[in-house]
């Protein structure tokens, strides 16, 4: 493999680049494009869809060995990223195999206790599904009650109730052995657009933002998170171009300078109608990087994703993404995994 001039010795664009990226995956169960993408492709993280959960726990939780034993020895051994959006509710890959959990809202209306209890029970049902990561809990506020894709998806439509509440899941299961996330940053709660469909563009002033939407995400913070997810959003008032996804002003300004944030940053898919009808792939894949976002999530078909992959491997070696940069990542990311690589 070539690598650009000036890169530091040693560097394998091929290994960084499959640290930085939890993608998509075909079949449910064990196939030469799952091997490919873990032995050839370095692949160190994975998000399973319904098209991914075998009709058996027992079916799953052997895939799922699997990627982990393959992962393990394909990276030097930190583990691979194994994820599942399983909140609870109406987002929910596992609910046939594990059964079904409330959604946040309606747990929360039984109270602390209850929540603690919800989310020890939900961890443990992922960790033995063989999962090391659930897209969980949302941290957004339900401010916008025409919002058509949040909902009862949050907490509350009270912020602190919302950050309480995060706290004590991102506690709960960080227990049951699970790395642990927050999404959507900044906050996807007042948004009358679904950003799988299209890009919300808002208003929202910083200072509004700051004593609202923050408000989980700066206790999820100290409660050491280990992901946040960010939003395809357009806060035009913060930056009139870039959504949250693709904006330096948001994930290294705000994220990391401001609010002293220290975990990993993870695109929500950037497959979705938000992010690719304004961007093309080369493009997603370099602003999104470029604005401080270390873990790029994609859902593609297996040619797409193999395309997605070279197309990230191009731009850091053609230097449009720096070996720095990505030398920042992974430094991020080894402190993540090393956690639960023992």
């Known amino acids: ?18 640290q930085m990226v939890i993608i998509s995956f075909p079949g449910d169960g064990w196939n030469p494009a799952l091997e490919s993408l873990i032995r050839d492709r370095k692949v160190g993280g994975f998000i399973h869809f319904k098209e991914n959960i075998p009709s058996s726990l027992a079916a799953l ?28 509710g109406r987002v929910s890959r596992l609910k046939t195999l594990i059964g079904e959990h409330p959604a946040q809202m309606d747990v929360a209306q039984k109270g ?8 020890a029970a939900l961890g443990r049902k992922v960790k033995r599904a063989g999962f090391n990561l659930t897209w969980a809990p949302v941290l957004d506020v339900h401010t916008n009650p025409a919002n058509p894709v949040i909902g009862n998806r949050s907490f509350s439509t009270d912020a602190e109730t919302c950050a309480q509440l995060g706290v004590v899941a991102i506690r709960e299961l960080r227990k049951a052995g699970l790395f642990t996330s927050g999404k959507h940053f900044p906050g996807h709660g007042d948004t009358p657009v679904d950003s799988h469909l299209a890009l919300p563009v808002m208003s929202t002033p910083m200072k509004t933002l700051n004593g609202r939407e923050l408000v989980p995400f ?4 100290k409660a050491k998170a280990d992901f946040f997810m960010t939003a395809h ?53 370099r602003l999104a990087v470029n604005a401080g976002a270390d873990v790029l999530l994609i859902r593609e078909p297996y040619p797409a994703v193999l395309d997605f992959l070279e197309t990230f491997e191009t731009l850091v070696r053609e230097g449009e993404i720096s070996a720095a940069r990505v030398e920042e990542s992974l430094s991020r990311i080894k402190r993540i995994k090393r956690r639960l690589s023992k």
């Open 112 to 119: 602390i206790k209850a929540v603690a209890k919800n989310y």
């Open 233 to 285: 959003i357009r806060f035009d008032k913060v930056d009139a171009k870039l959504p949250v996804s693709f904006s330096k002003k948001f994930l290294t300004a705000t994220l990391r300078r401001k609010l002293g944030y220290k975990g990993l940053i993870v695109t929500d898919d950037l497959n979705m109608n938000a992010a690719k009808n304004e961007f093309s792939m080369r493009d997603r894949i």
């Open 1 to 18: 493999m070539g690598k650009k001039k000036g890169m530091p010795r040693g560097f394998d664009v091929r290994a960084a680049v499959g």
């Open 218 to 221: 700066r206790a999820a913070i």
């Open 61 to 88: 939780k052997k895939l799922n060995a699997r990627i982990l034993n393959e992962g393990k020895n394909a990276c030097g051994g930190l583990v691979p990223f194994i994820s599942v959006d399983e909140e609870g």
